[in-house]
């Protein structure tokens, strides 16, 4: 099995998912694994994927408060920053 720490990226700007995989590309241990563009496509690749962290765009389309809660769920422990 891979030491890699495997990303998911959300945000609904996609020129902001490019910049954050050409700078996570810089450090081999990390993968991004998938992107998405609201909070339900997030939601569900994280249930997918099962990544180690997963970068939100807490304001994006379709994230709603009681969804934020859901991300636990999906094998990624959740921390905030703003």
Same mark, same amino acid.
């Given at each position: 099995m891979s030491d890699d720490i495997r990303i998911v990226i959300a945000d609904d700007h996609p020129i902001v998912r490019r910049g954050l995989? $050409?700078? @996570? $590309?810089?450090?081999?241990a990390l993968k991004v694994i998938a992107e998405a563009d609201?909070?339900?496509? *997030?939601? *569900?690749? @994280?249930?997918?994927?099962?990544?180690? @962290? *997963?970068?939100?765009?807490?304001?994006?389309?379709k994230l709603v408060s009681a969804s934020r809660g859901r991300f636990k769920s999906g094998g990624c422990r959740s921390r905030s920053s703003f």
């Amino acid at each position: 099995m891979s030491d890699d720490i495997r990303i998911v990226i959300a945000d609904d700007h996609p020129i902001v998912r490019r910049g954050l995989v $050409q700078v @996570i $590309q810089n450090y081999p241990a990390l993968k991004v694994i998938a992107e998405a563009d609201d909070g339900e496509d *997030a939601l *569900a690749r @994280i249930e997918e994927m099962k990544p180690r @962290i *997963a970068v939100l765009d807490v304001n994006m389309p379709k994230l709603v408060s009681a969804s934020r809660g859901r991300f636990k769920s999906g094998g990624c422990r959740s921390r905030s920053s703003f």
